[in-house]
């Protein structure tokens, strides 16, 4: 290399260190947001009371009920337990199933009817077991039905309607007596006298569940019996039995359903599948309920009929263990899953322990539905003692 030839020196530049991923813009915008989200969660968990669940000890608590299983699945009802520190894990089983099989594993049951629970507290007692009943909330049984259907029947029947022009009721009564008696001489809808008529050429009956498992269709029975027996439930073996056949035509005509009648009865194809079916008051009412919050007004097709001789039915939750009886006392006593109750359309007891429908009729003019003035009357159905009743069901329902 020529001694006159110089080699450049390297250039070098130095860059700025690159800037901290916090820093940079596209960084910045989505981390803001989450940070606003992030936020408000916060203060919602402080709000709901529940900010401090992570770190306290929840406890599991299983029962095995029926139709009561709709308010443990209430969201509202699981945050309001989850803020106590409860969750509830549910099976679900027709009432006289629940008291029939083995509940051993649970915390509590919860049927819903009387026979059911009598039969659960005698056998725990007979064993010695853990058993501690509380009340928290009741529904009567209810027929479920259509409008056409409804004013069909019930002008057959002798029964006075309101004029057109008046505002449609929700809520309407039957004579039991009466209904038998329709029923009896194998009436069919399309014989009633209807503008425009009904196109259903069954046989009038009011459907059940299966009166082996569910107790509203076991009460039904027990109604059927009191009023076919001269309102009064029988008194011996051989009256049940007798009074079982007598009415057994008018449990199975139409078959006998496993499901919730409630949930074929509010199906959009409901008219076709129960025409007139046998549920729970509760089960209506938290329909016309969200009905009225999502559309403004109630849902005027669906009406209740209320036999005339009401039989009440209170659900007694019957708990099994020390926790299923802390979960008791507080459905029972906390204002919130009280008032929750109220919203699910149950009546609960008033203060002065009576079994009137004030609170329930309070809450539902105050989000503008009718309240009903039927479902608490003077005049008792009886149901028959338990082991006649159980005879009776076994006799209708070839129950194993």
Known sequence: MAASQQIAEPELTVLAPPRPAYRRKRYLLPFAISAATALVGVIALFAGGTVGLPLKQVVVITGKLASKAEYFTDEVVRRELMAHGIQVHITKAGSRAVATGDVDQYDFVFPSGQPAALLIKEQRQAEHKFAKVHKPFFSPIVFGTYRDYAEALLAKLGKKLPPESEEKPLYFSVDMAKLVELMRAGTRWSDLDHDPPLNNGNQVLVQTPDVCSANSAATYLGLLAFVVNGQRPPVDEAEALALADQVKPFLIGQGLPGDDMSMQYLAPEGRGLAPIAV??????????????RQNGSADDNRVLIYPEAQLQTVPEYIALTPDGDRLGQLISNDPALKQRALELGF??????GSLSAG???EHLRGVGLPAPDSGVSDTETFLPTLPLLEKMIERVGGCR
Request: hydrophobic share 35%; net charge positive; charged share 30%.
């Open 359 to 361: 609170r329930l009729a």
């Open 347 to 352: 009546r609960v007891f008033e203060p002065d």
């Open 279 to 292: 549920f729970y008051e509760h089960q209506y009412l938290a329909h016309q309920i969200r009905h009225k």
